[in-house]
């Protein structure tokens, strides 16, 4: 079993930044990816950004590419989103989740971390 907590949301000015941070815990070495999403009131969630945990591999949405950076620290077992240059449809709970395999689902969740970006 894994546990997540996510910290570092908040309100910011559109164009400004924000660093969220996931600390994981009990079987990480099991992780073999962790996601960060988002959900917007009304709205799916959906996935933001990716990063295989062993080879650092990361993927991102088109929406955050070029803005967003994930990334994860083995020796603080913590994974974090940079995210540069926010806009107001950022605004959403993010959340950090675990995925114990290449071929299974996100099974693992955090508590989820409010970002809001006013315009």
């Known amino acids: 079993q894994v546990q997540l907590v996510e910290s570092g949301g908040g309100l910011v000015q559109a164009g400004g930044s924000l660093r969220l941070s996931c600390a994981v815990s009990?079987?990480?070495?099991?992780?073999?990816?962790m996601g960060w999403f988002r959900q917007a009131p009304g709205k799916e969630r959906e996935l933001v950004s990716a990063?295989?945990?062993?080879?650092?591999?990361?993927h991102y949405a088109d929406s955050v590419k070029g803005r967003f950076t994930i990334s994860r620290d083995t020796a603080k077992n913590t994974v974090y989103l940079q995210m540069n240059s926010l806009k107001p449809e950022d605004t959403a709970v993010y959340y950090c989740?675990?995925?114990?395999?290449?071929?299974?689902?996100?099974?693992?969740w955090g508590q989820g971390t409010q970002v809001t970006v006013s315009s």
């Open positions: 009990g079987r990480t070495f099991s992780s073999y990816a």
């Open positions: 989740a675990a995925r114990g395999t290449a071929s299974g689902d996100y099974d693992s």
């Open positions: 990063i295989i945990w062993s080879a650092g591999l990361m």
